[in-house]
């Protein structure tokens, strides 16, 4: 599976991004998904989840709310809307794919994509 972020971009804070993730590869229908980010300095942090099914949705819970995670395997593809964007939502957006259940462990996931720049101005 290859995997292709794509949406990232400048916005002022309260703005709002969806980014999407294009996976190539009959198998991304079988994989759970997952959103991370990486802000400048600091690790790649688990961001949102999603079953390969597309029923169950997992989020880190500051997140919970003004992030939502969606997948359309119809297209092969899956999106996070991200709103009420804030300067600390700021970094590197990237997917990836994971064989089980949605993880928050970067170790879990087999599959990335390169990332999307996600720039929230104040």
């Known amino acids: 599976v290859q995997l292709q972020a794509s949406g990232g971009g400048l916005v002022q804070a309260g703005g709002f991004l969806r980014l999407s993730c294009a996976a190539s590869?009959?198998?991304?229908?079988?994989?759970?998904m997952g959103w991370f980010r990486q802000a400048p300095g600091k690790e790649r942090e688990f961001v949102a989840g999603?079953?390969?099914?597309?029923?169950?949705?997992y989020y880190v819970d500051y997140l919970k709310g003004r992030f939502t995670i969606d997948r359309d395997n119809s297209k092969n593809t899956v999106y996070l809307q991200m709103n009420s964007l804030k300067p600390d939502d700021t970094g590197v957006y990237f997917c990836a794919g994971c064989p089980t259940i949605p993880s928050r462990d970067l170790k879990s996931y087999d599959y990335w994509g390169q990332g999307t720049l996600v720039t929230v101005s104040s």
């Open positions: 590869g009959r198998a991304f229908s079988s994989y759970a």
């Open positions: 999603v079953t390969w099914t597309g029923e169950k949705k």
